[in-house]
């Protein structure tokens, strides 16, 4: 972008305003002392220009040079400027002008250096500062052509030529002006551009990522809908056979026994699996898994945990750390989740007790479920919550157990997680945040 400077009052700290030596710049030094090697070399080749005033036009040129000289080296070592470029830029052409007047008046070469003075200094101050500059410098110029060209130019023939010069400084800082505006607005138009172009491609992103949510909720539900469909075939076949001949009066005694068990324990993992899709649910929002808090006596929980469980009495360790404490909860999720994790507990524990563990401190629920089965193996911990996932004996069944237990767990703003217990076995814990009462 093109930087101007203001010219209207210093700065507190001028060296922290000064801009760093650009490439641009260094260019305006290496023609800065161009300049003044042609003018030297203008005077060498035609010293009548001088008019006999060649001594004072020599040393007026050996005093830019020293000046040009001095920037120059400013420039390599990439040093800050005393003064400010606009300033220095005016120092430019107010030498310009001396040299014109030195070197032949209105008819001297030099005053080729005037327009290069007038673009540097529109694109430092802008527009207006460099229409104002390039009219100084067009009278200033005429002054100079009044009082040094030769005796025998007419003074009318000087007049003409200085406003002549006077009107060309003053276009070119118009046409300077004309195409920085130009060029502003063309970057104005690229940086719209690139932030619209920028906006449509956060636009897709997002689009894409909507997309891709989408597809990965669809693929779940297709997932758990083949969960379902597996895991409802077996029991419902089942159902369907027994049913029949239990009908059909084909089975009598222990025959009749062992159907009637076989359909209750059928009937109770129909009802098992409804409960863990109504869990489930909860995370697509349905009202069958809306937050129904009430106040719930920790023992009275413990038990109903283990019995849905069915635990064996000799088996089951209830603890609550404060005898007769209650919790406002949602007691029939709490108690899904607690007894998926119990059920896991007792099915790997074989004849080893199982202990229920619940504790509170007013805002906070601890429940831990604690078994001496063989735990799981090292980096397991988070992949037996996943969707579909079993191991041990269970590997290959459907694995909803931790998965709903974690899906409720997430649903309630708690933590679950898997940890070795001390002397073998796994603790399940779940850090729950209690609704205020």
């Known amino acids: 972008m093109i930087s101007r400077i203001s010219p209207d009052g210093p700065p507190e700290d001028l060296a922290a305003e000064l801009p760093e030596r650009t490439a641009e710049e260094r260019a305006a030094v290496v023609l800065r002392v161009c300049v003044v090697l042609a003018a030297a070399l203008l005077l060498v080749v035609r010293p009548e220009l001088a008019r006999g005033g060649t001594a004072l036009a020599a040393g007026l040129i050996g005093a830019a040079a020293v000046y040009a000289l001095a920037l120059a080296a400013a420039a390599i070592r990439r040093d800050a400027l005393p003064v400010r470029p606009a300033v220095i830029t005016g120092v430019d052409g107010a030498l310009a002008v001396l040299a014109c007047g ?88 690229i940086a719209t551009t690139r932030a619209r172009a920028e906006s449509e491609h956060e636009r897709y992103l997002s689009e894409r990522a909507l997309r891709d949510r989408l597809v990965s909720q669809s693929r779940a539900r297709l997932d758990g809908a083949r969960v379902v469909l597996h895991e409802f075939r077996t029991p419902v076949a089942s159902l369907s056979a027994l049913s029949a001949d239990l009908a059909a009066e084909r089975l009598t005694g222990d025959a009749r026994r062992t159907a009637a068990r076989l359909l209750a324990d059928h009937a109770a993992h129909l009802q098992d699996m409804l ?12 009202p069958l898994g809306r937050d129904r808090p009430r106040r719930v006596p920790l023992a009275e929980l413990a038990d109903g945990v283990l019995d849905a469980a069915a635990i064996a009495a000799h088996r089951r360790r209830p603890i609550v750390a404060a005898p007769g404490a209650a919790v406002r909860c949602d007691p029939q999720r709490l108690r899904r989740l607690l007894t998926n994790l119990a059920e896991n507990a007792a099915r790997h ?10 504790a509170h401190d007013g805002a906070i629920l601890t429940a831990e479920v604690r078994d001496r089965g063989p735990g799981l193996p090292a980096g397991q911990e988070g992949v037996v919550t996943a969707k579909g996932v079993a191991l041990g004996e269970r590997r290959g069944t459907a694995g909803l157990g931790l998965w709903i237990a974690e899906a409720l767990a ?22 729950l945040p209690l609704p205020a009462a």
């Open 102 to 189: 030195l070197t032949g008046g209105v008819y001297s070469p030099v005053v080729a250096a005037l327009p290069l003075v007038v673009i540097a200094i529109a694109l430092r101050g802008g527009d207006r500062v460099g229409r104002v500059v390039a009219l100084v410098l067009g009278l200033a110029y005429g002054v100079a052509g009044l009082l040094g060209s030769d005796p025998a130019v007419p003074v009318t023939e000087r007049i003409f030529i200085g406003l002549w010069w006077t009107g060309f400084l003053f276009g070119t800082a118009v046409l300077v002006g004309v195409l920085v505006r130009l060029l502003e607005a063309q970057l104005a138009d």
């Open 275 to 286: 409960d863990g899709l109504a869990d489930l649910a909860v995370t697509d929002g349905s």
């Open 349 to 358: 524990s074989g004849d080893e007790p199982v202990e229920l563990y619940l």
């Open 410 to 431: 997430s649903a309630m703003d708690g933590e679950l997680s898997l940890l070795p217990r001390e002397g073998g076995g796994l603790v399940a814990r779940l850090i």
